[in-house]
């Protein structure tokens, strides 16, 4: 009961957000009672945070999570926060089948458990199965009450609308994560990006006392995009996964030399990303190297890996910002490029079909 007794004093204590206090609380609770499930399950979940020092005044890491967690399952086979919270240890360690099945078991355990739906609905999404995220992230939707977990099931059904190119609905989730004061960054210049709509989104950067060098490129004020970036760059360090985007700025300006530096450093993090087989290897290195090889007239590269990313599944909006994307200008009047966008985008019109018709059923919000 001492060992409870501080589980909930932590739980619904002002300081609920602060993860040191997590481990603080459990360790104490440990003391109390070695075999209190609970405490294990809490350490574990703070230790998949890479940012905050625990205990001994050294870093948790990643699997020290799964240690933790399996050890609170060990004492309590039915925790549900434990199997969610272990779902999302897989999922952090690309185990995405472990992932999913813990996840089942959280939902299955604890039926209002939103954050297990959520997780869910992510797995779901990056398999490309935009259906299940979105019926696991509808119940997440309906389940939660805290504005900062609703803004990210926000965020996650943003994302599956924009994958299938519904920009209507993605812009309702985007009003929506707005009115609980939740910072959707960049959301509405996403979306005018994958449009292309570059006059607009100029103008939304400038009313923000700041500018967009993808929109002065689209609109052919490619000095001005340049002069920009170098100013960009003067003050903060470029995102080396950014790289493809400074080159490109440079390689319209005719310094090409200098666009080298950057697309070479581009196709070295992509290479470097595949080969460990991280997030963005399975994913989007694809389509940033078909878009350097692309620019560089190197169309038997780029179509490669094209088609790689065609296997992977377009998300994200890709399959709309490919129309647009300068990086493939020079494949824009191909014929094998034009299928590729076109195998895409009906891709995406299938589903988006399939969608609002379970809509319109209430399909997605059956129990």
């Not at 060990?74 to 240890?89: F, K, P």
């Not at 929506?176 to 103008?203: C, H, P, R, Y």
């Not at 700041?210 to 052919?220: I, Y």
């Not at 589903?351 to 129990?367: D, G, P, S, V």
């Amino acid at each position: 009961m001492q060992a409870l007794d501080f589980y909930y004093k932590y739980l619904y204590s002002s300081d609920r957000k602060y993860l040191e206090k997590v481990t603080q609380l459990a360790y104490i609770s440990l003391e109390l009672d070695p075999e209190f499930a609970l405490a294990y399950y809490w350490i574990g979940a703070s230790s998949l945070s890479d940012k905050v020092e625990y205990g001994y005044g050294r870093p948790f890491y990643l699997d020290t999570a799964l240690f933790f967690f399996n050890k609170a399952l060990e004492l309590d086979s039915v925790l549900a926060d434990a199997y969610s919270a272990r779902g999302i240890y897989y999922h952090e360690k690309a185990q995405s089948q472990k992932a999913m099945d813990d996840l089942k078991k959280a939902v299955s355990l604890s039926p209002n458990n939103s954050a297990g739906y959520m997780n869910l609905g992510r797995i779901y999404y990056e398999r490309g199965d935009y259906i299940n995220a979105l019926i696991n992230l509808k119940k997440a939707e309906k389940l939660e009450r805290a504005d900062k977990d609703l803004g990210i099931i926000y965020l996650n059904i943003w994302w599956v609308y924009i994958s299938i190119g519904d920009m209507q609905k993605a812009e309702l989730y985007c009003n929506k994560g707005k009115k609980i004061d939740v910072a959707f960054q960049n959301m509405d210049s996403w979306m005018l990006t994958i449009q292309g709509k570059w006059k607009e989104l100029l103008a939304k950067a400038e009313k923000n006392h700041s500018t967009n060098t993808e929109a002065l490129l689209g609109l052919g004020r490619i000095q001005e995009a340049e002069d920009s970036t170098r100013i960009s760059m003067k003050y903060s360090v470029p995102d080396i996964n950014n790289a493809h985007r400074i080159g490109i700025v440079f390689w319209m300006n005719g310094k090409k030399e200098e666009a080298m530096e950057y697309f070479n450093q581009q196709i070295d993090f992509c290479n470097e990303s595949i080969r460990n087989k991280d997030p963005y290897g399975t994913g989007d290195a694809a389509y940033d190297l078909a878009g350097v090889y692309a620019t560089l007239g190197n169309k038997e590269e780029a179509y490669k890996w094209l088609r790689e990313y065609e296997k992977i599944g377009f998300s994200s909006g890709i399959h709309e910002y490919i129309k647009v994307d300068l990086l493939f200008d020079n494949l824009r009047n191909d014929e094998e490029f034009k299928q590729i966008v076109k195998r895409a985008n009906d891709k995406a019109n299938e589903i988006r079909a399939r969608i609002n018709e379970m809509e319109e059923q209430e399909e997605l919000y059956k129990e």
